[in-house]
């Protein structure tokens, strides 16, 4: 038995596909059995049960209802609850995807009680320990058994901590199986009509980082050298959670800006495929704009995904707004660069992963 563990939304475009492949084997005769194990950490409808509708992933067999809190409580709750279901439902393997509280978690917990853990997305760095994923992929990486990585150098870094190369597997990128599988389906969100939105006419902007929207000034700065440099487009802002609690605080009135809640996958990405650019501060959009060939500015110093930058759409700001008003310029003169899609980044890492759970559990048994 498999447990595939999510439980916010980065988690579950990464592990829709993962599920389907699973099916398909099974299908096939394979003796891979899983189930679903959602930890609550995302809870509204917003952040997740949307998400399982629109990209037709099998309902949790468990849901663990971690809910809200601050890090330290909610892992904490998912550790209490995922000990509890292995003592009386143990598993053969826990796979983690990604870097959010419950990869943490699960990973920590599975592993102290005697389970191997596969960690989907393993291996990436930004190397800035103030970003808490940062600290739960070393963390995860540190005691993970087996390691898929999206890159070459998630790999290469992997083997500089002395990961043995037998245990590394290079399958791609399971969020973009996902993107690619699911591209045929966006549609517009209700605010492409309100807003009078038309494709090339707009610049689409996230942002959640701690470091970017707590404190009211710097919110308010970048939020100015966005909307005084982009030639009046609307900016359609899609908010988080805790984006909307620091907007509130601010004296902001400008009907440039088109504020929405958190929008579906499907409706989000049909926002970014037709966008003149995407400003964020959030590592998944830069891979889906690269994919896409979208502009993206990122209001961060670094990243864990090199190869967005090196290879992609995107490029790095800093987290001030010093380097916007350029980065503006160069996108209205036609300069941007046009990127290319990263070496496997091809709709069949999820394939790739289950082949590579056959070989492991063979092994194993």
């Known amino acids: 038995m498999l447990h595939l563990i999510a439980g916010a939304r980065p988690n579950f475009m990464k592990i829709a596909p993962l599920a389907e492949a699973l099916r398909a084997a099974q299908r096939r005769g394979s003796g891979l059995d899983f189930q679903i194990i959602h930890t609550g ?13 629109e990209l037709g992933i099998p309902e949790p067999e468990v849901n663990l209802g971690a809910g809200g809190g601050t890090q330290a409580e909610q892992t904490a709750r998912i550790m209490v609850a995922y000990e509890a279901l292995l003592t009386h439902s143990p598993c053969d393997l826990c796979i983690v995807v ?46 993970t058994d087996y390691f898929f990585t999206t890159t070459e150098q ?15 597997y290079f399958v791609g990128n399971t969020m973009i199986d996902t993107l690619l599988k699911q591209r045929p389906r966006f549609h517009p969100p209700e605010c492409w009509g309100q807003f009078g939105l038309s494709p090339g006419g707009y610049l689409v902007m996230t942002l959640h980082r701690p470091s970017n929207v ?12 966005v909307l005084d ?3 009046e487009l609307p900016v359609v802002f899609p908010v988080h959670p805790r984006t909307r609690r620091a907007l509130g605080m601010l004296p902001l009135q400008d009907t440039q800006l088109k504020i929405t809640d958190p929008l579906g996958y499907l409706e989000f990405n049909y926002l970014v495929e037709h966008a003149k650019a995407v400003i964020t501060d959030s590592g998944g959009v830069t891979e889906e704009t690269t994919v896409m060939g979208i502009p993206c500015m990122t209001l961060r110093t670094t990243t864990e995904r090199p190869e967005t930058v090196d290879l992609g759409t995107n ?6 707004p010093q380097a916007i008003p350029s980065a503006m310029e160069c996108l209205f003169a036609g300069q941007w ?13 999820s394939e790739r992963i289950v082949t590579a759970l056959e070989k492991i559990l063979n092994k194993k048994g």
């Open 98 to 143: 990604g870097d959010v509280t419950s990869t943490l978690a699960c990973s920590i917990t599975a592993k102290k009680m005697g389970i191997a853990v596969a960690h989907v997305e393993a291996g990436i760095r930004s190397y800035d320990l103030g970003m808490p994923e940062e600290i739960n992929r070393m963390v995860t990486d540190s005691i």
């Open 337 to 349: 660069k046009r990127g290319t899609v990263p070496p496997l980044w091809d709709g069949k890492a």
């Open 41 to 53: 950490q995302h809870y509204d409808r917003n952040m997740s049960a949307q998400f399982f509708e």
């Open 229 to 231: 440099h982009s030639r």
């Open 154 to 168: 998630a790999g290469s870094n992997l083997l500089h901590l002395g990961v043995p190369a037998e245990r590394i």
């Open 214 to 225: 707590d404190d009211p000034d710097k919110l308010l700065a970048l939020l100015h050298a």
């Open 315 to 320: 490029e790095l700001l800093g987290d001030g």
